[in-house]
């Protein structure tokens, strides 16, 4: 059992930045893919960055140059650095976890483990 808790959500202006962290309960040996995905009312959760057990990264188009994802295995934590914030960043921030893979899939039916969410909202 993996157990996901996202923190670090909150309100900001456009232009601005916050940091997502997603502790996991059990980040041990073994391949692994971690991702971040965002789901705004009214549309389907998309995949924004993702990271495996090698450290190699994936992001969407509408945030490279802008998010940074990266992991403490030592602090068994998750993070989304997100800067340059506009309003269309607005939505729930979920971390997840495959345990199965190190592909770095933005398809949400691959990941078994999932984090409550942590709010965005980005006001122009």
Known sequence: ???????GG?????GG???????VSAFTGGTYCMAWFRQAPGKEREGV???????????ADSVKG???ISQDKTKKILYLQMNSLNPEDTATYYCARNVRSDVLYFVPSVFGYWGQGTQVTVSS
């Open 49 to 59: 960055a993702a990271i495996n057990s090698y450290g190699a990264t994936r992001y």
């Open 17 to 23: 930045s916050l940091r997502l962290s997603c502790a």
């Open 10 to 14: 909150g309100s900001v202006q456009a």
């Open 66 to 68: 802008r998010f940074t």
């Open 1 to 7: 059992q993996v157990d996901l808790v996202e923190s």
